[in-house]
């Protein structure tokens, strides 16, 4: 008996190995240069982040993105933007784990739910500082080498195997008048 004779097959190739989530909300206090009468808007731009395998358990994701806040001082006679940078470190823990993957090299790709978001921004710390809350929601898969074993049908006959009897379809003249050879630009004009 050839390994070709074989009833399964063993096939290596890339899948999922561990599946998590995290949703996280925390504050950040910015001090602008101007004691703040009232806030007039807060928006999150250019975040970036990168995520890694830490360990069985988890993935970290680490990341940044600045934080715009517009508020008027001096009375409400004037405004300003004060923007501050900020860096974030996310360990997200592993809720579904595959142990057989058969060596220690991970792929690792995350996905952001929500990306950070402005929830609540406020004037704190004795009218001198603002406090904004932000949100996010990130999920990841770790991907890694695994053994699949796949059970081999058996030998088909020569007739069900025919090419020619396989794609043998005649076709009426009325399903011919129905074909559209423009498909791709028509739209549902009828």
């Known amino acids: 008996?050839?390994?070709l004779d074989k009833e399964y097959r063993e096939i290596i190739t890339k899948a999922v190995c561990g599946k998590g989530r995290k949703f996280t909300?925390?504050?950040?206090t910015i001090s602008p240069s101007h004691r703040p009468t009232s806030i007039l808007g807060c928006w999150v731009i250019n975040h970036l982040y990168h995520a890694t395998k830490k360990s069985e358990d988890s993935v970290v994701v680490t990341g940044s993105y600045d934080i715009n806040v517009w508020y008027s001082y001096n009375d409400n006679t004037k405004t300003?933007?004060?923007?501050?940078?900020?860096?974030?470190k996310d360990t997200i823990p592993l809720s579904v784990k595959d142990d057989n993957c058969i060596n220690d090299e991970y792929d690792v790709i995350a996905k952001v739910l929500q990306q950070p978001n402005c929830l609540e921004c406020k004037i704190s710390g004795k009218g001198s500082n603002i406090s904004v809350e932000i949100e996010r929601e990130f999920v990841v898969q770790v991907i890694g080498?695994?053994?699949l074993f796949v059970k081999v049908s058996p030998k088909l006959d020569h007739d069900d195997d025919d090419e020619e009897s396989v794609w043998d379809h005649n076709m009426t003249d009325d399903e011919a008048e129905k074909v559209k050879p423009?498909?791709?630009n028509h739209r549902h004009k009828d």
């Not at 909300?25 to 950040?28: L, Q, R, V, Y």
């Not at 300003?80 to 974030?88: A, C, K, L, Q, S």
């Open 145 to 147: 080498d695994t053994r």
């Open 80 to 88: 300003e933007v004060v923007t501050e940078r900020v860096e974030y």
């Open 1 to 3: 008996m050839t390994f």
């Open 25 to 28: 909300k925390e504050s950040h």
């Open 182 to 184: 423009d498909f791709f």
